[in-house]
């Protein structure tokens, strides 16, 4: 399995970025899916997370504010982030966890969020 994760970038305080993270291999659809972040000298925490079932949960700091969404026919996911602040700068990670625990890794994308 390789996770591989795009469209992050720079954005200006208040304003919107939507991640998208491809799986290729086998599983995807009955894993859960996650997104973290890891800024600068502080631990990888998680963002996101989707069930198979399509049960989400989100970290209190960003609850409100984003939503991660899966295809399995495309075997893709995405977190769509509204309303950044610059406590949001980070690098991205995709998670696919599988149904025996395994965990995948995607590269990570970097998220500035800066005036």
């Known amino acids: 399995v390789q996770l591989q994760a795009s469209g992050g970038g720079l954005v200006q305080p208040g304003g919107s970025l939507r991640l998208s993270c491809a799986a290729s291999?086998?599983?995807?659809?009955?894993?859960?899916v996650a997104w973290y972040r890891q800024a600068p000298g502080k631990q990888r925490e998680l963002v996101a997370r989707?069930?198979?079932?399509?049960?989400?949960i989100y970290a209190d700091a960003v609850k409100g504010r984003s939503t991660i969404s899966r295809d399995n026919a495309k075997n893709t996911m995405d977190l769509q982030m509204n309303s950044l602040k610059p406590e949001d700068t980070a690098v991205y990670y995709c998670?696919?966890?599988?149904?025996?625990?395994?965990?995948?890794w995607g590269q990570g994308t970097q998220v500035t969020v800066s005036s």
């Open positions: 989707i069930t198979s079932g399509e049960n989400t």
């Open positions: 291999g086998s599983g995807f659809s009955t894993s859960a």
């Open positions: 998670n696919m966890r599988t149904l025996w625990r395994k965990d995948y």
